[in-house]
């Protein structure tokens, strides 16, 4: 825990209903789901995002700045070569948690702060070379992660919670949500999106901007300052 108190202790047997719910959902919507192994000794391994970032064939796997979460991507590799990607591997003295990765079309925002370097930004920059990317370190310290802050909408705006976000300048294209969790979109394609239950306002307010919006309730990640992104990586064939 780094931005948020430790509260409540974590209900497991809800924990793995919300899961399933989450997998359901994005099943429903067409998406295949392939699990990553189990890490049993490493209690954040739930939170797949952080372990590896992909962009065209480039599957980049993370460091993060946490030394105890680098067991986490044990098996990883080994997933995404299955489905054709070409695997980089980010080293020492690089550091990159895939929470601070944000894309949308040709532009990466990277969050530099307790979990990402400038040195991690570099190396991810260098895998992608060629890519035709233009890769953006912008400053996070009032939440874990980039993502924690801001993601984007399925046109490029992208979507926060202003009293945690470090700089806006980035983003020109900025929708101001009234719940942090609000701050937290899953792209499903198209115009559908998937967000937190804990923020109904800024789902109206999407719904009211012509999103087909789906909610899941993922309170137990919640309490160890997860959301709606860390519990998937989306590959697109």
């Known amino acids: 825990m780094t931005h948020i108190g430790r509260s409540a202790s974590v209900d497991g047997e809800l924990a793995l209903r919300q899961w399933q719910e989450y997998v359901d959902v994005l099943r429903r919507r067409g998406w295949s789901v392939v699990e990553a192994p189990p890490v049993d000794d490493c209690p954040d391994?739930?939170?797949?995002?952080?372990?590896?970032?992909?962009?065209?064939?480039?599957?980049?796997?993370?460091?993060s700045g946490a030394?105890?979460?680098?067991?986490?991507?044990?098996?990883?590799?080994?997933?995404?070569e299955a489905y054709g990607y070409r695997v980089v591997e980010v080293g020492e003295p690089g550091t990159l948690d895939g929470g601070d990765v944000l894309k949308h079309g040709h532009v990466v925002w990277v969050g530099v702060g307790g979990r990402t370097n400038l040195a991690g930004v570099e190396q991810l920059r260098r895998a992608w070379d060629g890519h035709r990317v233009e890769v953006v370190p912008v400053p996070?310290?009032?939440?874990?992660?980039?993502?924690s802050a801001v993601t984007a909408l399925p046109d490029g705006t992208v979507l926060g919670y202003p009293p945690l976000?470090?700089?806006?300048?980035?983003?020109?294209?900025?929708?101001?949500?009234?719940?942090?969790?609000g701050s937290h979109v899953v792209l499903l394609g198209g115009m559908s999106v998937l967000m937190s239950a804990s923020a109904?306002?800024?789902?109206?307010?999407?719904?009211?901007?012509?999103?087909?919006?789906t909610?899941?309730?993922?309170?137990?990640?919640?309490?160890?300052?997860?959301?709606?992104?860390?519990?998937?990586?989306?590959?697109?064939?």
Not at 165 to 181: I, M, Q
Request: net charge negative; charged share 30%; hydrophobic share 40%.
């Open 140 to 147: 996070v310290s009032k939440v874990l992660h980039l993502k």
């Open 165 to 181: 976000v470090d700089d806006l300048s980035p983003w020109p294209r900025f929708l101001a949500v009234p719940e942090e969790s």
């Open 215 to 237: 909610t899941v309730d993922i309170s137990e990640f919640e309490k160890l300052e997860g959301c709606v992104t860390c519990l998937s990586v989306r590959l697109r064939g």
């Open 67 to 80: 030394t105890g979460r680098r067991g986490e991507r044990a098996g990883v590799r080994e997933v995404v």
């Open 200 to 213: 109904p306002r800024t789902a109206q307010l999407l719904a009211a901007r012509g999103h087909d919006v």
């Open 45 to 63: 391994g739930v939170f797949i995002e952080d372990q590896v970032v992909v962009h065209g064939d480039v599957a980049v796997l993370c460091r």
